[in-house]
């Protein structure tokens, strides 16, 4: 394995690439770049290989949490289908895997849910939260008192992408005509 220098837009790998896998990436970087990011990637996709974004689903508790306070959910296929027209040569195989999140103390599901308000910036939230509302939905959604613990079940969205094959398909037979002849 080697690392590249640069990031994402700029790292240019010296051979082509048969399998990428970007998990759990995006929700660092602004929605609209996201599209960009994944052709730049594809780029150096060999001709068989693929390209394997994970991202959570659209109905994850921390995207149910972002939009409590004003923000966008994460949605990579709404980045995606914006964008139909630059995808064109590829192929999208989406599945949605089921996941669960399970916290044993409050201070541990409090600190997870700080940690996934960070993943859009204070100007992206139309009603963020002072301190004492993110208390009281972390307590009221995320924990369970009585139960001594917290967390949630969500999707994971796996998106694999690869050159779709051309409506041309050349192959290479051999010649039996005078294979057959020989015999």
Known sequence: MELLPGDLL???PPVPIDYAF?????YHLPDDDWPQIILR????QSSAGQLVVILKGGNSGCNLMLEQFGAE?????????KHTDRFSGFEL????????IETHTYEETEKLARFMMCDRELDEYSNPPDETTFVKY???ELWDATQQCGGWDYDITVCTI?????SFTQTCRPKLGNY????
């Open 73 to 81: 959910r994460f949605d990579l296929m709404r980045q995606i289908t």
């Open 10 to 12: 700029s790292a240019s």
């Open 162 to 166: 690869r050159r779709a094959p051309t």
């Open 180 to 183: 057959n002849k020989q015999r």
């Open 93 to 100: 195989h989406v599945e949605q895997l089921k996941a669960t």
């Open 41 to 44: 990637l594809l780029e150096f």
């Open 22 to 26: 970007l998990a759990h990436v995006l």
């Open 138 to 140: 972390v307590t009221t």
